[in-house]
């Protein structure tokens, strides 16, 4: 397949047009502004939809509105963007309709920079919005993986019945690399006739759907709510990834880390391991199910002594690893945030100082 | 002998949760009739407000979504965009639609999305027990202005159809009443015109419908009847404010 | 084998451009690579920059403090970028705009005035290809033939700059080797 090279933000929306979705929504925000700037062209050559809407809260529900109609949609955004849709991905999770949401990450809080950051890994993975709503969050590590993740997306948004989160960090937008677009990941939309408010005529049962979140029976509500959870523990048992990098001999500690960072900690370890010190590193590549069985597993080596949480951000998946861990080893946490990304120098540095 | 009346196809069964001397049960009937006259409920998919028809997916019998508050016409956005085949219609009262909403509404109509917009002002928040909403009057007492609606401090309320038609997008923007039978006829008349406009493509529609809360303005039905007439319509004025070209 | 390159000058010189028509010969050729931009406010009318990382193996970290190369293209870039030059590595210089020097003694310092060889050849525009062309013909990190393949194709939809910047390939090949 040949490889073409292009910027993460661009790969993005080919890749869900590759994976048959031609309908996009979405409010331009720094940094992936660019995918809107892509797909204004390309859209129209695929006789696909683009709306500029007036709001990432519009958009939200420009979103909402054509899932339910039972139509694939997808919009990017960047993390202040995304805390506007989070009413609508709660109302979409509760409604379960499929959609797929792609955030590259700037930093925060507030208006915070523009630079890359991994700092919205507890609100994909945990506070994405009111009620008892949980997003499938997959986050890539290079532009082609971002592309397959995309692409994948889809199938799996429809699957659940669930919004779909792609989370990059500003750099997977902004970087080109080489990219191919793999013809088996492209899927047809499942048949949506169940559930989809896509006109009662198009149906055989000639019967109405509705696509809603009110349930003002507590019964009813609970109901609900039990399904989610239910599709939730699904997405733990069969839609967890995560790859390991240096652990098949002894090691000295684990480093886990995602994105963009994993990337600069696999250099970290490649120049330890040229000193003589032996680090193993977890990559989570979805982040909600997180892999806790692999990370158990990674942490069960005899010879690992520590547990680093390396991220672009002030501390927050380091919860979830800390909470994975169970006590059964020290866990710290360390990185940085706002674009100043740590070197494998730095990385080198805290691991020394840590656990070698 | 034939019957002479009968209800439409696209009004369910159920009793409405609606008070005495509401006029959402009247335009719920309007909205139906459209639909069955127009032949197009199995292509019809209907946006519910947050707001007293919350449930009207309960009473109108066809494809429903129901949106959070405020954000219906970027649903209904949502919708027609990707399939522009079905017809799509909000219903949203004045909390939702010229509150929360505003946004949405302007933009959606500015777009000239080919929907329609049924807009039910009765100058109060009905749902949520008698507050004030934008469109409530000057001096009118509410949960949430117990002294009267003090312009002085919030302002005069909004004539949302005379602030849409201000657009220069073409549109079908129509204010009507039903407290009357003398009434109803145009009302029904203008919401069949505005799924006309939708069914020929031609623009975004929107119908206000100037409606009663005697429950939250604290009136016997025919009081409420008579301060709407008195009141309200000397402010919001019935008639068309814009007719696509 | 891992080279990262970083391409640094005004916003407007092309800088972007010339980095992704490396990053694109280097993958013609078979490596990986990683371009890598700047983004933040500076790309708003002042300085911009992109580093090319390219590798035979899977690339690690894009975020390289340390590039082995530099191709400056003003003045403020090389005051800012030459002390974090790799030992060995090459530091362009843009001769034109700059009339200083790395002040290194253990990198290969390389000075081209590419502005007036565009301009002799009609257009200070093709500048940066210029200083491309130097630059690769002085480090061999991709074949000329390649690099030249890699601008055809970027200017694909607008031909009529092709015949120009091939001689602007010349040129800079010319003051490479001479």
């Not at chain 3, 390159?5 to 010339?18: D, E, H, S, T």
Request: charged content about 20%.
């Amino acid at each position: 397949m040949a490889k073409v090279l292009m910027k993460g933000n661009e790969a993005i929306g080919e890749a869900a047009i590759r994976a048959g979705c031609l309908n996009y929504f979405a409010y331009p925000i720094t940094p992936q502004s660019e995918v809107a700037e892509y797909l204004v062209r390309r859209m129209p050559e695929v006789g696909g939809v683009f709306l500029q809407g007036e709001s990432e809260v519009a958009v939200g529900y420009m979103i909402f509105g054509a899932a339910g109609a039972g139509e694939r949609v997808f919009t990017t955004s960047s993390s202040p963007g995304i805390s506007l849709m989070s009413e609508a991905i709660s109302y979409i999770a509760a409604a379960q309709c499929p959609a797929v949401f792609v955030n590259i990450m700037r930093g925060g809080p507030g208006l915070g920079g523009i630079l890359p950051s991994q700092a919205d890994y507890l609100q994909a993975t945990k506070g994405i919005g009111h009620g008892d709503c949980r997003l499938l969050v997959m986050a890539p590590a290079s532009v082609q993986e971002a592309v397959e993740m995309v692409m994948n997306a889809f199938p799996l948004a429809e699957k659940y019945r669930n919004p779909v989160m792609i989370l990059g960090d500003g750099l997977i937008g902004q970087m080109m690399e080489p990219v191919a677009f793999p013809d088996h990941l492209k899927s047809e939309p499942t048949n949506k006739d169940a559930w989809a408010t896509n006109g009662m005529d198009h149906r055989k049962s000639k019967s109405r759907n509705l696509v809603k979140s009110l349930f003002l029976d507590p019964v009813q509500l609970n109901d609900n709510n039990l399904q989610l959870k239910a599709k939730y523990e699904r997405m733990r048992a069969e839609t967890v990834m995560s790859e390991s990098y240096n652990t098949d001999g002894d090691y000295t500690g684990l480093i886990v880390s995602y994105g963009t960072m994993s990337r600069v900690c696999r250099t970290a370890i490649d120049m330890l391991k040229a000193e003589g010190i032996e680090v193993g590193m977890l990559r989570p590549q979805t982040l909600f199910p997180f892999p806790e069985k692999a990370l158990a597993d990674a942490v069960s080596k005899p010879s690992c002594t520590h547990v680093l949480s390396i991220e672009m951000s002030m501390g927050q998946m380091v919860e979830d690893v800390d909470r994975f861990v169970r006590g059964l080893l020290p866990v710290s946490w360390y990185g940085k945030c706002g674009g100043d990304i740590p070197t494998p120098e730095e990385v080198i540095d805290v691991v020394k100082e840590r656990f070698a | 002998m034939g019957k002479t009346f009968k209800k439409p196809e696209a009004l369910s069964d159920a009793h409405t949760h609606y008070c005495p001397g509401c006029t959402h049960g009247v335009i719920h009937r309007l909205v139906a009739e459209t639909i069955d006259e127009l032949g197009i409920r199995g292509r019809t998919v209907g946006i519910a407000p947050v707001g007293c028809a919350v449930l009207a997916y309960n009473y109108l019998n066809c494809d429903f979504q129901e949106a959070a508050h405020g954000r219906a016409p970027a649903m209904a956005t949502g919708i027609k965009r990707v399939r522009p085949d079905l017809m799509v219609f909000t219903y949203q009262g004045d909390g939702d639609l010229a509150s929360i909403g505003m946004g949405e509404i302007i933009h959606a109509a500015n777009r000239g999305e080919k929907f329609t917009t049924i807009f039910v002002n009765n100058a109060i928040y009905g749902m949520t027990g008698g507050q004030m909403a934008p469109t409530t009057m000057p001096g009118q007492r509410t949960s949430t202005s117990p002294l009267g609606r003090n312009v002085e401090e919030v302002g005069m309320p909004i004539k949302v159809a005379e602030l849409l038609a201000a657009l220069q997008t073409p549109a079908y923007i129509t204010r009507q009443t039903v407290i009357k039978p003398k009434y109803i006829n145009k009302a029904k008349k203008a919401i069949k015109q505005a799924f006309t406009y939708q069914l020929e493509n031609r623009c975004f529609s929107l119908v206000e419908v100037v409606s009663t809360c005697p429950t939250n303005w604290g009136m016997t039905p025919v009081e409420a009847v008579d301060w709407t007439e008195k009141t309200l319509l000397a402010y919001y004025q019935p008639g068309d404010y814009k007719i696509p070209a | 084998m891992q080279s990262e390159i970083m391409f640094a000058g005004f916003g407007g010189q092309g800088i972007l451009l010339i980095g992704k028509i490396l990053a694109h010969a280097a993958m013609e050729e078979g490596f990986e690579v990683a371009w890598v931009p700047s983004y933040g406010p500076e790309m708003r009318g002042g300085t911009a920059y992109c580093t090319v990382v390219i590798s035979d193996r899977p690339i690690g970290s894009p975020i390289i403090k340390n590039p082995l190369h530099l191709v400056a293209m003003n003045g403020p870039s090389l005051k800012k970028f030459a002390p974090t030059v790799k030992k060995g590595g090459i530091i362009f210089i843009n001769r034109s705009l700059i009339d200083f020097g790395a002040d290194r003694n253990d990198v290969d310092e390389f000075p081209v005035s590419v502005v007036e060889i565009a301009k002799d050849l009609g257009s200070v525009k093709a500048a940066n290809i210029v200083a491309l062309s130097a630059f690769v013909a002085r480090s061999d990190i991709v074949p000329m033939e390649t690099l030249k393949h890699c601008i055809k194709a970027e200017f694909s939809e607008k031909a009529k700059l092709i015949p120009l910047n091939m001689e602007a390939i010349a040129a800079g090949e010319k003051a490479a080797r001479k």
